[in-house]
């Protein structure tokens, strides 16, 4: 009896491991995944210790190392990233009525820069790293 219990456990972990293999996302659907998302330049792409792994550059230029998970994609840099670009941000910005921008940078997980707003005014800016809305002005 035990014997029958144990390779009926057996039986019922591989399946469960060939379940979870055919749910996982394929290296080409991780590639593709991770370039819609922003990233760039994506390489060392491999599955190891149950997550695929990569090397890649975000939209915002850094040089990241990413775990991602093989079923849902969620991507897991090691550093703060930003899925927008400088000129993503640039734009924003434009487009909320700030002139003469300068000084953009993606600094402690935000970008940060420089402008005049809509009253002539400088001013030093911090904008969510993923809508690139201002979050915060400070006058400079």
Same mark, same amino acid.
């Given at each position: 009896?035990?014997?029958?219990? *144990?390779? %009926?456990?057996?039986?019922?972990?591989? #399946?469960?491991?060939?379940?979870?293999?055919?749910?996982?996302?394929?290296?080409? &659907? =991780?590639? *593709? /995944?991770?370039?819609? &998302?922003g990233y760039s330049k994506v390489h060392?792409?491999? #599955?190891?210790?149950?997550?695929?792994?990569?090397?890649?550059?975000?939209?915002?230029?850094?040089?990241?190392?990413?775990?991602?998970?093989?079923?849902?994609? &969620?991507? #897991?840099?090691?550093?703060? =990233? *930003?899925?927008?670009?400088?000129?993503?941000?640039?734009?924003?910005? /434009?487009?909320? !009525?700030? %002139?003469? =921008?300068?000084?953009?940078? #993606?600094?402690?997980?935000?970008?940060?820069?420089?402008?005049?707003?809509?009253?002539?005014?400088?001013?030093?800016? &911090?904008?969510?790293?993923?809508? !690139?809305?201002?979050?915060? *002005?400070?006058?400079?």
């Amino acid at each position: 009896m035990k014997k029958i219990a *144990s390779l %009926t456990i057996a039986t019922a972990l591989v #399946f469960a491991g060939m379940a979870m293999a055919q749910d996982a996302l394929t290296e080409h &659907q =991780v590639q *593709s /995944s991770l370039e819609r &998302q922003g990233y760039s330049k994506v390489h060392d792409l491999d #599955f190891r210790n149950g997550v695929w792994t990569a090397k890649a550059r975000s939209a915002n230029g850094k040089n990241v190392a990413v775990r991602v998970d093989p079923r849902t994609g &969620q991507v #897991f840099p090691d550093k703060p =990233v *930003s899925r927008l670009s400088e000129a993503d941000v640039r734009a924003s910005l /434009s487009t909320q !009525g700030y %002139t003469h =921008v300068h000084d953009v940078d #993606f600094d402690g997980g935000v970008w940060t820069a420089k402008a005049d707003n809509e009253a002539g005014k400088k001013v030093k800016l &911090q904008l969510d790293p993923e809508t !690139g809305r201002v979050i915060g *002005s400070d006058r400079h």
